[in-house]
């Protein structure tokens, strides 16, 4: 059974910082691309994140590079996403998410498996 589990959310005050993980489990390979998507309430679900888990390769929206950093977790299956320098318009549900290699990370269209989501939430 695919699982996606995010952690490592909650509340920081502007300009602190965040480390969300996602641990992935029940793929029977492990060749894909994970991402990191968010939707604020009344606004559509934007990727913000993604590495690729064979080339490594990453992704990043244009308003969050600099300050997000994405890194596959070295002990298991799964990525974590560091948040430095949090930013108000950085308060949203944060998604974890599994797309097959070549997938956009732009948008969710490619991506089939999802985790529960997490709060991120700054405090100016």
């Known amino acids: 059974q695919v699982q996606l589990v995010e952690s490592g959310g909650g509340l920081a005050q502007v300009g602190g910082s965040l480390r969300l993980s996602c641990a992935v489990s029940?793929?029977?390979?492990?060749?894909?691309?994970i991402a990191w998507f968010r939707q604020a309430p009344g606004k559509e679900r934007e990727g913000v994140s993604c590495?690729?888990?064979?080339?490594?390769?990453?992704y990043y929206k244009d308003s969050v590079r600099g300050r997000f950093a994405i890194s596959k977790d070295s002990a298991r299956y799964g990525v974590h996403l560091q948040i430095d320098n949090v930013r108000p318009e950085d308060t949203a549900t944060y998604y974890c998410?599994?797309?097959?290699?070549?997938?956009?990370?732009?948008?969710?269209?490619?991506?089939?498996?999802w985790g529960q989501g997490i709060q991120v939430t700054v405090a100016s």
């Open positions: 029940g793929f029977s390979v492990y060749n894909f691309v």
């Open positions: 590495i690729d888990t064979v080339t490594s390769a990453t």
């Open positions: 998410a599994v797309g097959p290699v070549g997938s956009s990370c732009r948008g969710p269209a490619d991506f089939g498996s």
